[in-house]
């Protein structure tokens, strides 16, 4: 069962650290490590992110959100009214373990496409295109392959990036089902795995000190 720590963004297996989609991407230099302003960033999609979760979930009084989301949040419910139906049973953040792969993430949604017999992840982004954002969906993708997911289904997984923008609107690409560049990369990430296991377990210690 996988345990998974909000403040330091850190998942378990046991005691045992597992590395995340993102992590892997920094480490692989597929994505930018952390500076200062993609920090704020960070922030700013995680009160999103939760604003989304809390809709979705019928819990959300819109005179709690903060004035700085608000146009991200009008988006997504833009969003949900013109392409909700597309979607059934909509899981929010899905802790998604590819337990063989020794990697771990969660997906924002993780929904079933009835009209396409397929399960689909979905990831909603607040911030800028990158190259990465669609293998962060080709991770997610594969690891909801185990037939807990699949049940009823008869295609491989879906993907959909879906990005909001500060003025209300958003721009909606589907992702294929393409697995091969994500496992070059965690095998890249695997040359050194132990060095880059070493520094997460690094980073645990600080935040536990920081608590």
């Known amino acids: 069962m996988v345990r998974f720590e909000e403040g330091p963004h850190l998942y378990y297996d046991g005691g ?13 230099g597929v994505a930018t490590p952390l500076n200062a302003y993609m920090r704020k960033a960070l922030a700013r999609g995680r009160a999103v992110h939760k604003a989304i979760q809390l809709f979705d979930e019928g ?24 392409e909700g139906e597309r979607f059934k ?19 924002d949604k993780v929904v079933d496409e009835p009209d396409a017999h397929r399960i689909a992840v ?31 289904l008869d ?12 003025n209300g609107t958003y721009d909606q690409e589907e992702v294929p089902f393409r697995i ?3 496992l070059s990369v965690t095998q890249t990430f695997g040359f050194a795995r132990e060095r880059h296991m070493a520094e997460l377990k690094r980073r645990a210690r600080e935040e536990a000190l920081d608590d």
């Not at 597992?18 to 892997?24: D, G, K, N, R, W």
């Not at 909801?144 to 049940?151: E, G, H, L, T, V």
């Open 180 to 182: 091969g560049p994500w």
């Open 89 to 107: 049973r909509a899981r929010n953040e899905v802790v998604m373990h590819a337990r063989s792969h020794g990697y771990v993430g969660k997906a």
């Open 16 to 28: 045992e650290l597992i590395p995340s989609v993102t992590y892997i991407l920094q480490c692989t």
């Open 122 to 152: 979905v990831e909603f982004k607040s911030g800028e295109r990158e190259d990465w954002h669609a293998l962060q969906v080709n991770a997610y993708q594969l690891a909801a392959i185990p037939a807990k997911y699949r049940k009823g």
């Open 59 to 82: 819990k959300l009084d819109f005179t709690t959100v903060d004035s700085r989301i608000e146009g991200w949040l009008q988006a997504f419910v833009t969003w949900q009214g013109r």
């Open 155 to 166: 295609r491989s997984p879906g993907g959909w990036l879906v990005y909001l923008h500060k």
